[in-house]
């Protein structure tokens, strides 16, 4: 029986095209004033930090880390460091108002009644645990974040590893078997069918259908 729902965001909650179409770029257009006038900062050194060991740069070479960040955006890149200063970025745009975070409209009734049901929600994303929280409290909807009990993102592992999917079950006190991971891509799917758990692809308009797993194309379609 499951007792709780793993999400993801891009492509499951949300559309792909906000996150590169409007989340991408805003940061990129503001990654080199940030860093440059936040670099003090203790959790923005930190990243730079982790930005020059996996570039291989200097500690103090700001113009490399701000050419490795931007290049990082371009390909899309699921670093670490990248993501927790991508979040940081974004904490100004959704406070000024410049966007507030998509959802697919049926997303928020769904996760209001999966709670209703008694089940136990959770987000796994390549996007910052402050990320996330970003999106779901500025979402479409208002503030989401309340329904989720727990956050993760790629500190736990990264989503195309079994391993990390073993760590979320721990984290959430679980057998695997009990917890549905919903995603878009079939390489997260299968690294969660892997650990134990069930899954289901959300398959959005633009989504290629993942042989050989459950399917939905809303979450209203998920069966639990
Ligand atoms: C959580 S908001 C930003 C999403 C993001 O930065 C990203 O890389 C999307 O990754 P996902 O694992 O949700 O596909
Ligand atoms: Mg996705």
Redesign the pocket.
Known sequence: MIKAVVM?????TTD?QFVHKVLFPYARARMADFVTNQAQEPAVAEALAAVSQEAGLGADDIQGQIAALIRWIDQDKKVTALKTLQGLIWRQGYQQGDFTGHLYPEVPAALGRWREQGLRLAVY??GSVAAQQLLFGYSDAGDLQGLFEANFDTRIGH?REEGSYHNIAKALALPADQILFL???KE?LAAARQAGFATCQ?VRPGTQAAEGYALAHNFDEVTL
Do not use: C, R
Not at 8 to 12: A, I, K, N, S
């Open positions: 993801d965001v891009e492509g499951t792909i994303s390549s989503k995603s878009d891509i997260e959300l």
